[in-house]
């Protein structure tokens, strides 16, 4: 084995360890050489031309590889992804390597043009575009089959040889973003550039998103304090909260838009061309002929998928959903019957078994959210979806739906057929605190603690054993590798997501709902980010343009929210008694009112322009720009064609 | 000046005319010269290098020219506009002049490979392209100012030395196309790729969505006759007639886009990449630097424009709306005032007198809808849009939302106001017809008749002086200029608007409506076919994708028009008799089907995909190639960067 390294220490004497790989135990010794060396293999050759080094501990290496790449290398990889950088004129282009020097902060010997987040991203992209040539199947392995074309990584991950791949956390750069980021208490925004320098851009847009929110969410924390403070019970101030929220929450989002604009094209991601997608990891099928790329991969039917979403899954959906509503009409005959029960017989134990139903639902509602999940996943998967964004965007629209209508059913319940105002306000309020309180303490600090006590006993074991010089790296190998894996931003955007719904749905009930979001979120941000840094694995970088789905859940949740207000401020009495002789009149001015309400959100979401005049000014230049260059070599043509 | 044609004649013995300039009488020599030389002079040397040759009659050439090219040069032409044509492999691809080879049916000596339209449109695509160099005004006209950049044909037209360019009809091609769309009495599709083929991919999309549209109104159609037939006024009839005709108007417009991505595909137009827009002709400013493009050309602060449009165009509008209203209630006091004054001396005299006030409305709707047409066009070009798109969507929503009002606004008065179906029934039976009857005669056979005169009188002219052999395209070019200019689809497609508002709006009171619509467009395919034939000058080919602005305008209606119908059904008796007790009820039902049509109608909008699975599969097909070509190049440039 050691031969083959020799070479690496001669081209490139500061090797830098960027992404960890970490193999099963027990892998076979011809596995590890074949796919070494396709890892350091020159790309004519089909490798992906990086540098790999074992790391040695004193028991041996352990099969964890650390990956790196030379600057070089890199520069050509950050082309090859398509990464888009400032240039010294202050426009964002695509890099290239031919015209590397026309970027700002460029030097041959420069080594922090690319960030270390771009570099690990490259050096995934590398590997997972690390595709079988002739191979029938993995060395070693029979059953894991290959074809041409088809990413080596994948297949061993899928087949259990290959654990993990991360890459490394950034000791020094991490402890000042720590620092500058919640590391003080002070009043101010969060260093978003450094987060996406370390983390990436979804990551980064996240904790933008999140911090817009809060401050978006801050007027009507503000218009809101009075209501509770004076009692205002008022029909018109009521009428006039409500409408202010309806069309703030359309401003907002739209606002949203731009200012996401904004951010990425400082970061690049909104010129970033799409890459083609290669077929997600589970995918499966018969071996066939890819119609665009007209390679050789597994084809699936498209209808076969269709009807396996409209048959199978779409009914599993609505039937889940019949079923937590039946649930839920369980629990409000329990919680009759307690109360029925409380008033018969009054005893300290029937009061306590008042809350016996309420905790008995929560508990149920928990148990079912997390039974879906999994179901929803596996069907998810099973639908058998070609590209990666595809199953996330099924997974979350099933999600979605089902959470949905688990927290927000019981209070449509209460307001639209119990009608009940005063208990509405209660169990919103209950929901809103229980829910933001628990989800912190799970999501954040439960694992934070787990995690230290875990590094400490870590690092006690490791210490004792101290013998190489270079023991730190190994230190931090073995300490990271045993991280959770952070899994992406959708837990995250669903629980702004259900919030903003508790704030928006129901706003002109309990005006102190948005009172309680900004709070939330602004613990919220320092436990997301207590998260990132200290509690997970670092994830990989992923470039990104906007926050996808999420926008049009918001908008919808929006919409939703102004026929729930309207009907709230048609079912209030104050709004009754001023149509003392006819309920009609009231039902049918409730419905105009609500009609207008959504023309002029439809209306304003249209005339919002998505970009701010300089971002589409400099997107026109570039468009522009390379219409011109186009053109300039169709003239040079022209003249030489027509001379002949 | 003679001299200057010489060496046209030996370059290209076959000059075949395609466009036709006409200049002002007396303009001046050296402008002449000097614009003709431009026209000819070679692209290096900024200008066309195009073909020109003056229309030689007995009495002089009376400032009017041919223009044409060489085969070469439109094929670089066909490549500067980026035309998009299929390759021997079926597949759509951008025409290179390099790649020639490749396309269907090219060869060095087909000279039909580019249809005449697309040369004609490749020669407009050139004149305006021609620009100023160091020229501070045109030669010979001290007052129309030049600036390095600015187009000279744009400014001749705003300066009146030239008066117009047109595309000459193809006598041969014409009457062939005239024989398959129109000639003989067929059942059939019409023939939209001739159509495409001679005048354009605008026009051919309009009569494409004519057609489109005709066949999806034959359903509505069909189950509409039996309710005329049976007189059902039962309930539930009525109410499933409504919801299919809501759903099915979502559906044929969400099918239109699909079909509308097969047709442009065909045609190439949907690969077709935007082009920089260059300021329309109207637009004024100071002279400043373009931001986008760098260029010296007028400016003009978008911040004026936006100033102009609220401050001044939208109040403007929302008077005339308001006037429009003013008017329709003046109608309805003239109509109860007559009907009274029948009631109490009933004569002769006064059951005449019942029609006046229909009469004095009509012609009044008239003259409003002309005069705010001219008010909508001034005050459009006034607030000074820079890009003929953005001029032509604002002209477009101003005309339209008046058109609407002015059509509509006296059917909802009848309907939620006064409450009277059966009147509803009657104004709008007598709206759609009269409306149809005069727009065909007004729009296409008025103009074909006096077209027909017109052209007798000067046949008989000129044929009474025949002196040339060359005298049959004398005669042709002569009758051509004198014919009138086709102003665009915009009235077309407003005729259709309207006729869908007709339709759909209050369906369920009239299912005879979609009958006569669909009646009205077999006859009006027919008529503007003969109105493009015959009666207007060839108009230039525009390149384009889609319906545009007006995809939006119709699903806006179709959106309104579940409202609408939601109400109709609501208010009728039969529905008022399931819920005698409570009216509330009533209402609470209607405005909870509405919520659901209209939730499953943006459902349907969104699932239902935009383009056809195998027109996707090409554009992938297109983006990975691209992608491939990329990255072959890059690695091409790693290999040798790494050897070095």
Redesign the interface.
Known sequence: MAKSWSFLDTVECNFRPLVVIELAKGTKEETIEWFTKRIVD???DGGA?LLIKPLVTENGHENIYLVGASH??LL?GA??VGLVKECNDNSMRTF???SRKTFKDFADDNHNFLTMAECQYIIKHELENLRAKNEKMIPGYPQAKLYPGKSIVRRLLTSGILIQIFPLHDREELKKLRHSWYGRVKVGYQPLDDIRCYFGETIALYFGFLEYFTFALVPMAVIGIPYYVFAWEDYDKYVMFATFNLLWSTVILEVWKRICAILTYRWGTLLM?R??EEPRSGFHGVLGIN???GREEPVYS?LKRQLRIYLVSLPFVCLCLYFSLYVMMIYFDLEQWALDYHKENESNFSSLLLYVPSIIYAVVIEIMNRIYRYAAEFLTSWENHRLESSYQNHLILKVLVFNFLNCFASLFYIAFVLFDMKLLRQSLATLLITSQILNQFAESLLPYWLQKRHNKRMKKRVCSQKTDADMSLVEQVNMEKEMGTYLGTFDDYLELFLQFGYVSLFSCVYPLAAVFAVLNNITEIYSDALKMCRVYKRPFAEPTANIGVWQLAFETMSVISV?TNCMLIGMSPQVDALFPDS??DL??TV?LVE?LLLAIKFIMAFVIPDKP?DIQ?KL??L??ES?EAL?QQ??K???E??KE
Do not use: C, D, N, W
């Open positions: 020159k790309k004519g031309q070089l290398r050509l082309e090859t290239t390597y031919s061309k890459q083609f119609p665009v790329t498209s026929v309920k009609i039902v049918l419905a009609h005049r000014m026109a230049k468009e522009f219409l053109k169709q003239m043509l022209a003249a064609s027509l």
